[in-house]
């Protein structure tokens, strides 16, 4: 009898992956909403959806963008519970999803992907995060006017892919934006909705915050009030009226460009501050805004301020050397006319800043058109005039600017019970948010994702990466609750026990996990304890696809 030959598949961290995919239920409800046609063939919609999260949080650092090549060397059966073939996983049926995800609406499915997970996971958030950001894109994108259909009716139109702030320094390029409302207690994004590229986020916050409050307050738990965190672009005079109408708790920056904020921000009394940490001060106003009562917090942090302080004085140093470059390409300079000479003078000295000028002296040559030593009683036949400079250093430059950025920063909320520290750090949570940003721009994320061209698939493929975030990050949550609720640990980097990896840390242990087929007979190989201890934390579910206590069907 022959023996078959050995085939090895690598599934890694992707039993995770999928685990987590099965117990949010995201493939069903993506099936429910959108039921397959004859033209999805072998894969259903859902199931497409689980091959992209999976490829987006696979880590391979290779642009192998929904291709069939990820799939060729995985777990097929195991991942998707049925016999799946990797070419199926190609550009014409993943985009067909897309196609559809978005003519379904991207911001309607995510929200019930999103509101069944919470569920699922038991978060009844009370706190939610609001920011935005933005993706740069190459090439040209049309822009696709909204067709009239009827009477109310609209066709579902893209997103406007077109230059706007950008976030990501390239001002230069299209982008688009994505705006996300995320829970307080496991980062879960649990709203989201792409915008086009030049979205001014304080009229779009004012807006979400006005057509999705009865959403945002659904995810709030029982008789405790919503509170929205945000930056600066949340303070404005439209979404306060809209949190006093609501009875809603908010959290912002203050923008300094306010009066009031200025008035705060020139006349404080040092002398009021209270020590809360070694790094911040704060002195407590009460304020009313737009018929608000409100408390606004200015606070001082020492380490910004010193931060800044050193910033200030590298960019005074850069700036000094360029303004005497310029003093010195100027006093090399001739010119024919005194009169040119001090416009040009008065024109390239106005703008000085690091540099004071203490004496400007022209000096006049007298020019020869004959040869040779003139005669004593020869009249020049023009003048050549020359400045010679004397300047400063500018003192005041630096301790104008730090005045300016003096760590000084004000934060205002509606719920008056809090205190200035409580302030502070429900604010600093406002990370929780950012850091999803960072997860969604990480060059091993996707990392061709926005090269589509068609601006419908990257209004889909943004939700994509914000279902991905949202696996991620229940993962997270999962392993962090389940180590501390069984008082277990996990090795960090350093190799010491710890109750809070991250998900990316805990995917990095589980390379080289692999399943062995031999003679039809299937082996999971590369398990240690360590992964033992996390499969067993999770349930069930997890320890099916590395094959504790049974697992899926032969390959």
């Not at 994004?189 to 030049?198: E, H, L, R, T, V």
């Not at 996990?513 to 201890?533: A, C, F, P, S, T």
Request: hydrophobic fraction near 35%.
């Amino acid at each position: 009898m022959t023996q078959q030959k050995a085939v090895i598949k690598n599934m890694d961290h992707l039993g995770l992956i999928a685990g987590m995919i099965d117990e949010l239920k995201i493939k069903e409800t993506i099936d429910d909403a959108i039921p397959s046609s004859s033209k999805s063939k072998n894969l259903s919609y859902g199931e497409a959806t689980k091959a992209m999260i999976l490829n987006g949080l696979g880590y391979v650092n290779k642009q192998l963008y929904l291709t069939p090549l990820f799939f060729k060397d995985k777990p097929l059966k195991r991942l998707f519970g049925r016999d799946v073939d990797s070419s199926w996983f190609n550009d014409d049926a993943l985009g067909r999803t897309l196609d559809k995800l978005f003519e379904y609406g991207v911001s309607e499915l995510y929200e019930k992907i999103a509101s069944k997970a919470v569920k699922i996971l038991n978060l009844r958030p009370s706190t939610i995060h609001l920011d935005s950001t933005s993706f740069h894109l190459d090439g040209k994108y049309p822009n696709q006017e909204m067709k009239r259909k009827g009477e109310k009716d609209y066709e579902p139109t893209p997103v406007f892919i077109t230059q706007g702030y950008s976030r990501d320094h390239h001002p230069e390029l299209n982008q688009v934006v994505l705006n996300l409302i995320v829970e307080h207690k496991a980062g879960i994004p649990a709203w989201m909705k792409p915008a086009d590229g030049n979205q001014i986020d304080a009229e779009a916050f004012a807006n979400i915050v006005k057509e999705h409050i009865n959403s945002l307050r659904r995810r709030s738990a029982n008789n405790t009030k919503t509170k929205v965190i945000a930056d600066a672009a949340l303070f404005s005079s439209k979404t306060m009226k809209e949190f006093k109408k609501n009875g809603m708790l908010f959290i912002s920056r203050v923008p300094s460009k306010l009066k009031k904020a200025k008035e705060i921000l020139r006349n404080h009394n040092e002398g009021e501050f209270i020590q809360l940490d070694e790094n911040y001060q704060a002195i407590p106003y009460i304020v009313d805004y737009e018929g608000m009562r409100q408390k606004w917090v200015l606070y001082k942090s020492s380490y910004a301020k010193s931060k800044m302080d050193k910033t200030i004085k590298r960019e005074y140093q850069e700036k000094e050397k360029q303004e005497m470059k310029l003093i010195e390409k100027l006093q090399r300079r001739r010119f024919f006319c005194e009169a040119d000479a001090k416009e040009v003078l008065k024109e390239k000295t106005s703008k000085l800043e690091c540099l004071t000028i203490t004496e400007a002296k022209l000096i006049s040559k007298p020019k020869y058109k004959t040869k040779g030593r003139p005669k004593s009683d020869a009249k020049p036949d023009y003048y050549e005039y020359y400045w010679v400079i004397d300047t400063k250093p500018n003192k005041g430059y630096i301790e104008q600017k730090q005045n300016q950025k003096s760590g000084l920063f004000i934060l205002a909320t509606n719920d008056m019970k809090l205190s200035e520290k409580e302030l502070l750090d429900e604010y600093k949570s406002q990370q929780r948010i950012e850091r999803g940003f960072r997860f969604l721009k990480s060059p091993e994320f996707l990392s061709d994702a926005m090269f589509l061209k068609n601006p419908k698939r990257i209004e889909a493929m943004l939700m994509i990466m914000t279902i991905s975030l949202l696996v991620y990050a229940a993962l997270e949550y999962r392993i962090r609750s389940e180590l501390k609720n069984k008082n277990k640990t996990f090795p960090n980097q350093l190799g010491k026990p710890i109750q809070n990896p991250t998900a990316r840390w805990v995917f990095e242990n589980f390379f080289a996990i692999h399943l062995l087929i031999l003679n039809n007979q299937e082996q999971i190989v590369g398990l240690e304890d360590k992964h033992r201890l996390i499969l067993e934390l999770l349930g069930g579910t997890y320890m099916g696809f590395y094959g504790i206590n049974g697992g899926r069907g032969a390959e």
